[in-house]
Structure formats: C-alpha cells, structure tokens
C-alpha cells in the first residue's frame, strides 16, 4: 500500500462548471455523483455557484491573497482523490469561468491539481455533445500535474438527453456512462492504495524570470 494512502473509501469531487440553475452539466455531475455513490466510492457534489470569485488579477493577489471561493475549491480539492467536472462547450473550449477557476486555485502552492486523478465530461444541446470543450480543458489540468482520464465522456442533445428522475434517456448511453466512471474509479483506486511510482515534477510559476525551477519527487 502506498505510504499517503488513506484507510477510508475513495473520495470523489464532482462539479458541473455552468452557473445557470436548469444546467444541463449540474445534471450530468448529479447523475456521476450518484453512480460514484453507488460504487461505494464517497461523492462530494459541489455547484459552480459554492467557487464564486472574481476574474484573476495579479493586484488583487498580491494585495488580497486568493478569493474565498477559489479558497473553498482548493480545500474540497484537498479533500479528494479525484475530481469529475462535468462542463459546457463555449465556442469550441472551456467556458472562461472555468479556466478563470483553474487559473487562481493554481496560485496556491503547493497546488492541488498535480497530485489528482480527473474524469471530464460534457453536455451540449449540439450533436457532438460538447467534446470540443473537454480536449481543450485537457490542457491546463494536464499542465498543472492533473491525470486526465483517457476515456471522456459527451452528452450530445442534452436538452432532451435525461429521464424526469434523472437518468439519461438512452439505456445504453447510460450504460457506457456507467462503465467509464466504473473504470476510472478502478485506475483512482489502484492509484491511490497500490502504486508505487516516485512522480516528478517541474513548478514554475512564470511570474518572475529569475524565479528558480523546483524540483519536486514523491514517492
Ligand atoms: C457563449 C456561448 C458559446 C457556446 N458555444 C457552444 C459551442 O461551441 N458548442 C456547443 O456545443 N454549444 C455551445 N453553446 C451552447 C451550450 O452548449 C449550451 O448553452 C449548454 O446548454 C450549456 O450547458 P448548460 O446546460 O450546462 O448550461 C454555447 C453557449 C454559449 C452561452
């Protein structure tokens, strides 16, 4: 067993990255949230509305320190082993308060990313169900240290994609749904309890070019 790992369940953030009420993303992050349960696995669901906080500026920092919403993400962050976000595509990326979101919380150091397994997947009224989005987050996650899962999963016509109890109106894409997190939350565990890999990583935080480099190794 690895020498962090922790005795209790996995534990697992789930968050739907739209901030409007009838989100069709926040469904999607419930419906994960309830497979993850049903696992046996501990789902911690949060709503884009409990990371409030205001477009990055470097002032703000240097005078305030970090928003109490990009605070909360980095201690629900903490609080996990892995983390699924569940987000929209706006013109073919991410939605700006999300990567706004990504870019505070990676001002904390040492940051919370690196050190997490993550499963993305998206909902979209559009046929390819938003995956556009979900290759570009990618990137900053897999900057910051994140393991992205390979599998990703897209909702394509979300408006009409989910059961009044909420379900997915397609059996076998709800199955697939299922088998993915299945899958992934197999990876988090033997991640998590049984791998022994030394990780290393590069910080750099780019503020200051004279800033040194640093080295870290975990085992
Ligand atoms: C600014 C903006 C840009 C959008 N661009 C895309 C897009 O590129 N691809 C897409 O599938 N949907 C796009 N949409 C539609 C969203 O997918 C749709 O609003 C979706 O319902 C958002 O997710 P939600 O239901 O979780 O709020 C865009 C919506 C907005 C507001």
């Not at 369940?9 to 789930?14: A, F, K, N």
């Given at each position: 067993m690895r020498a962090d790992a922790h005795p209790g369940?996995?534990?697992?953030?789930?968050f739907g990255a739209a901030l409007r009420a009838e989100s069709?993303?926040?469904?999607l992050a419930s419906l994960v949230a309830r497979m993850i349960a049903d696992t046996g696995v501990t789902a911690d669901l949060a709503a884009m509305r409990?990371?409030?906080m205001p477009p990055y500026d470097g002032d703000a920092e240097a005078s305030e320190g970090l928003p109490e919403g990009a605070l909360a993400l980095r201690d629900?962050?903490?609080h996990c082993d892995a983390f699924v976000i569940s987000s929209p595509e706006y013109n073919a990326s991410m939605p700006g308060v999300l990567k706004n979101m990504i870019d505070w919380v990676s001002r904390v150091q040492p940051?919370?990313?690196k050190t997490k397994h993550a499963l993305l997947v998206s909902a979209s009224p559009?046929?390819?169900?938003?995956?556009?989005?979900l290759w570009a987050l990618r990137v900053p996650l897999?900057?910051?240290?994140?393991?992205?899962?390979?599998?990703?999963?897209?909702?394509?016509k979300a408006h009409q994609g989910f059961t009044e109890d909420g379900m997915l109106t397609d059996s076998g894409l709800q199955e697939r749904l299922a088998e993915t997190v299945a899958a992934f939350l197999r990876?988090?565990?033997a991640d998590v309890r049984y791998v022994c890999l030394q990780r290393r990583w590069y910080e750099f935080r780019g503020d200051r070019t004279e800033a040194p480099v640093t080295q870290r190794a975990e085992d």
């Open positions: 369940p996995l534990r697992v953030l789930v069709t993303n926040a469904r409990d990371f409030d629900r962050l903490e940051q919370p990313f559009s046929m390819v169900g938003g995956n556009r989005g897999e900057h910051l240290g994140t393991r992205v899962y390979p599998d990703m999963f897209s909702l394509a990876l988090v565990e």
